[in-house]
T-cell receptor
Framework: DAKTTQPPSMDCAEGRAANLPCNHS???????VYWYRQIHSQGPQYIIH???NNETNEMASLIITEDRKSSTLILPHATLRDTAVYYC??????????FGRGTQLTVWP | KAGVTQTPRYLIKTRGQQVTLSCSPI?????VSWYQQTPGQGLQFLFE???????NKGNFPGRFSGRQFSNSRSEMNVSTLELGDSALYLC????????????FGSGTQLSVL
């Protein structure tokens, strides 16, 4: 199964861009990268996903390297409400999800 | 559209007992998956059900089992509870199509004493 590696914690000033990295060096060609976040005591919330191309939605942007071994989630203008644990996930061809330990993002005023 | 509903929200059991947790998916969703979250191990995949059949399974002992009903509602059962089973149990639903995003419930916090 493809696995992911993320830094345990990061912080960011409110209003600045938050760039969260993820390594997934064993990812297979048809496995997608997903990002979820979890605010304390709630279930994870979907943010964005991609296969090869960069993606953008109303919440964030996802940059995937050409070799697909790593990706970066970008929150363009972080707010205090973006403080959460962010999970980079690879969904394997068997449909199993590997969450990893995630990155605790703290946005400070 | 109502979200994923998990009941109960909190549960306290003692070692050796069994427990059943319930998950009602979003209307129209046919896939339900279950996850265990602990401070030590993080989020771990338990199993996934699609159209009443277990489609995927994680690396958990046989004490952890589940089922899905014809209305897509799912239950998870843990028998012979151990202290280490104390965790937040999350379920998620999706349409079941490949690479479809998951919608999570708020979880059931299980404490085993």
């Amino acid at each position: 199964d493809a696995k992911t590696t993320q830094p345990p914690s990061m912080d960011c000033a409110e209003g600045r861009a938050a760039n969260l990295p993820c390594n997934h060096s064993t990812i297979s060609g048809n496995e997608y990268v997903y990002w979820y976040r979890q605010i304390h005591s709630q279930g994870p919330q979907y943010i964005i996903h991609g296969l090869k191309n960069n993606e953008t939605n109303e919440m964030a942007s996802l940059i995937i390297t050409e070799d697909r071994k790593s990706s970066t989630l970008i929150l363009p203008h972080a707010t205090l409400r973006d403080t959460a644990v962010y999970y980079c996930i690879v969904i394997t061809t068997l449909g199993r999800l590997y969450f990893g330990r995630g990155t605790q993002l703290t946005v400070w005023p | 559209k109502a979200g994923v509903t998990q009941t109960p929200r909190y549960l306290i059991k003692t070692r050796g007992q069994q427990v059943t947790l319930s998950c009602s998916p979003i209307s129209g969703h046919r896939s339900v998956s279950w996850y265990q979250q602990t401070p030590g191990q993080g989020l771990q995949f338990l199993f996934e059900y699609f159209s009443e059949t277990q489609r995927n399974k994680g690396n958990f002992p046989g004490r952890f089992s589940g089922r899905q009903f014809s209305n897509s509602r799912s239950e998870m059962n843990v028998s012979t509870l151990e202290l280490g089973d104390s965790a937040l149990y999350l379920c998620a639903s999706s349409t079941g199509a490949n690479n479809e995003k998951l919608f999570f419930g708020s979880g059931t916090q299980l404490s085993v004493l």
